[in-house]
């Protein structure tokens, strides 16, 4: 049976490679792979997974040195002679093994005020926003985010900038400012303009290169600078 | 920096580098245009002294510059050598004013006097 050489990050932010050999499966994904050698051959092996199937954001991982959600890769597209080295997902703190911390993650998304805050109550008609309106195509363009940190971990600027936001944050805070039922804009946009915010960007689309849902960051980005150019024109910073 | 502050810098950024792309490209013409079969320093200034349009030309010019330059050094700084705050954008406005003033001595020199 064809074997699959792994190397797998064992520790915190120091620790070693530690190698497996795992059979070759067909359509074997990354995440499969990972799984075996958890429950075959070394059961201490940390890691996080949760629907399997490319929704709930927690399998990503770094695969042969890019970051990736494990399990929609297959072994496939990624391995290189029959080797992978599997590593935590980067720019972030490492709790064990391929386990990641990712509140610094979240609290970006957060102090970018990518919660959702409406004016309306339950007395209030819907919204109705038409299909083809223009907003509300931005807002479908970035709002299938899965929230997994892939594109967090390919873009250079977290490591040179701790603080600056990321890209998944200020995706997140473009679908709000696009948003026509939310109501914390002028402050939202004063929050993604900082110093650590969007004017930071360097345009170069590692995260849109890297984002497994295909969505593109850096244009929601591109579209945060406008209105905060359009929102100092008009007086409102 | 304020939310404020930050999007002027951008806007002043952009605006200086359209300028600067523009400049750039009729300063490289110009001079390729102009040095061909040869010219001595002196056969240049005899062209350019008292110029009206060489000085606001080479005047926006050195301007975009003195306004592009530093706030590109901004995020540079920032970035690779980790220097953010208040220290470091002073020392910055001064680089602009130097650039400025210096960029300026030279249009002076070169477009301005007679003819
Ligand atoms: S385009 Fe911007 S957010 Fe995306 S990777 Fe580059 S610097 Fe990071
Ligand atoms: S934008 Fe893409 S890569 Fe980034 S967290 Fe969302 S789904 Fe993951
Ligand atoms: S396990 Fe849910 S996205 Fe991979």
């Not at chain 1, 093994?97 to 007395?123: C, E």
Request: aromatic share 6%; charged share 20%; proline share 3%.
């Amino acid at each position: 049976m064809a074997l699959l050489r792994v190397k797998v990050w064992r520790g915190a932010e120091q620790g070693a490679f530690q190698s497996f050999e795992v059979p070759r499966q067909a359509s074997q994904t990354v995440l499969d792979v990972i799984t075996h050698i958890q429950r075959h051959l070394d059961g201490s092996l940390a890691y996080r997974f949760a629907c399997r199937v490319g929704m709930c954001g927690s399998c990503a991982m770094t695969v042969n040195g890019r970051p990736r959600w494990t399990c929609r890769t297959h072994v496939d597209t990624v391995a290189e002679d029959d080797t992978l080295e599997v590593a935590p997902l980067g720019h972030l703190p490492v709790i064990r093994d391929l386990v990641t911390d990712m509140t610094p993650f979240f609290d970006k998304w957060a102090r970018a005020r990518g919660q959702f805050s409406g004016a309306r109550s339950r007395h209030d008609d819907f919204a109705r926003i038409a299909p083809d309106d223009a907003d509300r195509r931005q807002v479908d363009a970035g709002i299938e985010c899965i929230g997994c940190g892939v594109c967090y971990a390919a873009c250079d600027l977290v490591s040179w900038s701790a603080d600056y936001l990321g890209p998944a944050a200020l995706n997140r805070a473009w679908t709000l400012v696009c948003d026509a039922r939310d109501a914390a804009n002028p402050a939202r946009l004063r929050a993604v303009g900082g110093d650590a915010g969007c004017h930071a960007c360097h345009t170069q689309m590692g995260c849109s290169e890297r984002c497994p849902k295909k969505i593109s960051p850096t244009a929601g980005i591109a579209g945060l600078k406008r209105a905060l150019a359009r929102a100092l024109l008009k007086g409102e910073l | 920096m304020s939310a404020r502050s930050e999007t002027l810098l951008w806007l002043a950024q952009r605006a200086s580098a359209a300028v600067l792309a523009f400049c750039v490209v009729v300063h490289l013409a110009t001079i390729i245009v102009a040095v061909q079969g040869g010219l001595s320093a002196a056969e240049i200034l005899a062209r350019t002294r008292g110029s009206v349009l060489g000085l606001v030309f080479y005047t926006t010019f050195v301007l975009a510059a003195a306004v592009h330059a530093p706030i590109g050094l901004r995020a540079t700084l920032g970035e690779w050598l980790g220097w953010r705050g208040a220290a470091r954008d002073a020392v910055l406005l001064l680089f602009a004013l130097a650039l400025a003033v210096l960029g300026l001595r030279a249009v002076a020199g070169v477009f301005g006097g007679a003819a």
